[in-house]
Every structure is written in structure tokens, then in C-alpha cells.
């Protein structure tokens, strides 16, 4: 396992509504990033979060937003809901920062499954 | 144009054969590369990273051709738990995030 738990685990909601996903990241890292994996497509960047400051950002509307706490988890809240925000909501968490930065590897939790009705 | 273009597959092989998957990316500032193997309704797993001198890990083999911008996988005798979807991933330089294709979905067959 990688060590990067996400909850819930699925989520219901409706058009309009607003919802908050948890992650928890691998013991020892500093980084995590939220992805977006819509159904027959490769995950999309969201966002990323170093050292509780976000750190680049995908082509995501301003009503997806972000927090990371001190002891590097992180939450993804999303606003106004709409039905194309159905999808797996993916977190991976990694250690930036240090000389072989290219080379970092992010692992990923099992995801939320968001449904928008 | 995509950044990250795969051939969304279907491969279907049978037990034992030796399978290849293609990958092309636009950015030519790209950095670093990786195939991560999904299995369906599962988060994406790092099968390997792909180094400039092509590498190896056991039935898998991966190969990065920077002129062309070109990553290869190879997967020799087939096994059934290796039916998954493989995302071709590149990470460029200055960037932290990853940018995945859509994924090859390979099926063994018995």
C-alpha cells in the first residue's frame, strides 16, 4: 500500500451543492496534488500543495480550491457543483524539494468517487 | 493536440505473448517519464520509470527516444493479472505535476 488514504471513499451530491475531499499523505512527504480522472480518461491536474502553499494549477475553475494543514494533509473543496464534476478524485502525495526533484514519485490513494446529480 | 497521446487499445493477447504500447508527448522540455499501470475503478499504481538509456524490470522493458518524443512499453509472456490500463506519464522540468495520457487498456486472455 502507498500509505495515502483518502475519505470518503464515495460521495453523493447534488447540482449547486459544495463538497470537501480529505487526503492524507505518505509519512515523510511534503507535497501532495489532486487530480481529476473522468471515466476512460488519464487523470487531470488539479492542483498541488507544498509546505501548505498551492504550487501550480491545472486549468480548473477558481470554484475548485484547496488547503494544506502543517502536518501536510489536504483537503480539495469544490463549489457550485455541476454534473461534469462527476468523477474519481485522486490524491498523490510525493517528497519535493530535494536535489533529484525530476525523479520524484508520487503515490496515490485509492480516490473519491464523486457523483453529481 | 493532446499532450500525452496513447492508443486507448483494446489489446487483447493471449497468455504468453509479448505486448507493446506506444506513447508520443508534445512537450519537448519534458523531464521525467513513467508508465503506471490502473486497474479498473482503481487508483494508478508506478509500474516503472523510463530513464534516456531505456530500462528493464523483469518481463518489462521500457524505452524513451527524446529526438522523437516517443516512450515505449513492452511487456514479454503475458500473464492474466496483467490485464490493467497503462498511463504513459511525463513530468516537465520546473513543473511538479504529472500529465497522464488516456491510457492503453490491454486484456490477457486465457
Known amino acids: 500500500e502507498t500509505g495515502v488514504t483518502q475519505s470518503p471513499t464515495h460521495l453523493i451530491k447534488t447540482r449547486g451543492q459544495q463538497v470537501t475531499l480529505r487526503c492524507s499523505s505518505q509519512s515523510g512527504h511534503n507535497t501532495v496534488s489532486w487530480y481529476q480522472q473522468a471515466l476512460g480518461q488519464g487523470p487531470q491536474f488539479i492542483f498541488q500543495?507544498?509546505?501548505?502553499?498551492?504550487?501550480g494549477r491545472g486549468n480548473f475553475p477558481p470554484r475548485f480550491s484547496g488547503l494544506q494543514f502543517p502536518n501536510y494533509s489536504s483537503e480539495l473543496n469544490v463549489n457550485a457543483l455541476e454534473l461534469d464534476d462527476s468523477a474519481l478524485y485522486l490524491c498523490?502525495?510525493?517528497?519535493?524539494?530535494?536535489?533529484?526533484?525530476?525523479?520524484?514519485?508520487?503515490?496515490f490513494g485509492a480516490g473519491t468517487r464523486l457523483s453529481v446529480l | 493536440r493532446k499532450e500525452v497521446e496513447q492508443d486507448p487499445g483494446p489489446f487483447n493477447v493471449p497468455e504468453g505473448a509479448t505486448v507493446a504500447f506506444n506513447c508520443t508527448y508534445s512537450?519537448?522540455?519534458?523531464?521525467?517519464f513513467f508508465w503506471y499501470r490502473q486497474d479498473c475503478r482503481k487508483e494508478p499504481k508506478l509500474l516503472m520509470s523510463?530513464?534516456?538509456s531505456g530500462n528493464e524490470d523483469g518481463r518489462f522493458t521500457a524505452q524513451l527516444n527524446r529526438a522523437s518524443q516517443y516512450i515505449s512499453l513492452l511487456i514479454r509472456d503475458s500473464k492474466l493479472s496483467d490485464s490493467a490500463t497503462y498511463l504513459c506519464?511525463?513530468?516537465?522540468?520546473?513543473?511538479?505535476?504529472?500529465?497522464f495520457g488516456s491510457g492503453t487498456r490491454l486484456q490477457v486472455q486465457p
Open positions: 500543495y507544498y509546505r501548505e502553499e498551492e504550487n
Open positions: 512537450n519537448s522540455a519534458s523531464q521525467s
Open positions: 506519464v511525463v513530468r516537465d522540468a520546473g513543473r511538479r505535476a504529472l500529465t
Open positions: 523510463v530513464y534516456s
Open positions: 498523490a502525495s510525493s517528497l519535493e524539494g530535494n536535489e533529484d526533484r525530476g525523479k520524484n514519485i508520487q503515490y
